[in-house]
């Protein structure tokens, strides 16, 4: 079965940082793609950063890019959202999603198996 479980949330001034977790397990890295998503009330879902499991390429959306940085831990089967300068239009819920495919997008259609998500809350 496939679980994926995030941790990591919570609530952090603007400027500071933040390290998300997403523990995985039904699965292998090899096979399957993983992404980070986010949620904020009243809108809607949006792609932030990707990882494709045919050459581990990495790639972020733009609101992100330079702040946030996606890895992965195959030993620990686990993988983080490292969350730099933050801002507080990153206040959101925070969603890792994974498919069984070699390309990854920013897509959340894309994906077949979600975690149920972290609270990030960014005060200014």
């Known amino acids: 079965e496939v679980q994926l479980v995030e941790s990591g949330g919570g609530l952090v001034q603007a400027g500071g940082s933040l390290r998300l977790s997403c523990a995985a397990s039904?699965?292998?890295?090899?096979?399957?793609?993983i992404g980070w998503f986010r949620q904020a009330p009243g809108k809607e879902r949006e792609g932030v950063s990707c990882v494709s499991s045919a050459d581990g390429a990495v790639n972020y959306a733009d609101y992100v890019k330079g702040r946030f940085s996606m890895s992965s831990d195959n030993a620990k089967r686990t993988v983080y959202l490292q969350m730099n300068k933050v801002k507080p239009e990153d206040t959101a819920v925070y969603y890792c999603?994974?498919?069984?495919?070699?390309?990854?997008?920013?897509?959340?259609?894309?994906?077949?198996?979600w975690g149920l998500g972290t609270q990030v809350t960014v005060s200014s």
């Open positions: 039904g699965f292998s890295f090899d096979e399957w793609s």
């Open positions: 999603a994974a498919v069984r495919a070699t390309l990854a997008t920013m897509d959340a259609a894309w994906y077949d198996y």
